[in-house]
């Protein structure tokens, strides 16, 4: 079983950063990869970045080039900043963790409340 504990949610102004952690149970490595996932209001979860247990990024299309997705190996702990944020950011943020190896193993964390508003 993996856990994940996500922090540093909150509420920022429009055009503000944040930076969102995620410190998983697990050491990081190759069978595994960390991904970002928020829900806004009334919709569905979609992805927004997901790095590999090699390095490897890949995000949303609405958030490219305004967010960044990073990993300390040495801590297990994953990062997510987001920057140049907009109100459409406002969202549930969870982090999760695939095992492609593992059954298509998937865990979640709790979830972290961004809010996006002057």
């Known amino acids: 079983q993996v856990q994940l504990v996500e922090s540093g949610g909150g509420l920022v102004q429009p055009g503000g950063s944040l930076t969102l952690s995620c410190a998983a149970s697990?050491?990081?490595?190759?069978?595994?990869?960390m991904g970002w996932y928020r829900q806004p209001p009334g919709k569905q979860r979609e992805l927004v970045a997901r790095?590999?247990?090699?390095?490897?990024?890949n995000y949303a299309d609405s958030v490219k080039g305004r967010f960044t997705i990073s990993r300390d190996n040495a801590k297990n702990v994953g990062f997510l900043h987001l920057s140049s944020l907009k109100p459409e950011d406002t969202a549930v943020y969870y982090c999760?963790?695939?095992?492609?190896?593992?059954?298509?193993?998937?865990?979640w964390g709790q979830g972290t409340q961004v809010t996006v508003s002057s």
């Open positions: 697990v050491s990081f490595s190759t069978s595994w990869s």
């Open positions: 999760n963790a695939y095992f492609p190896f593992e059954s298509n193993s998937n865990y």
């Open positions: 790095i590999t247990g090699y390095g490897d990024t």
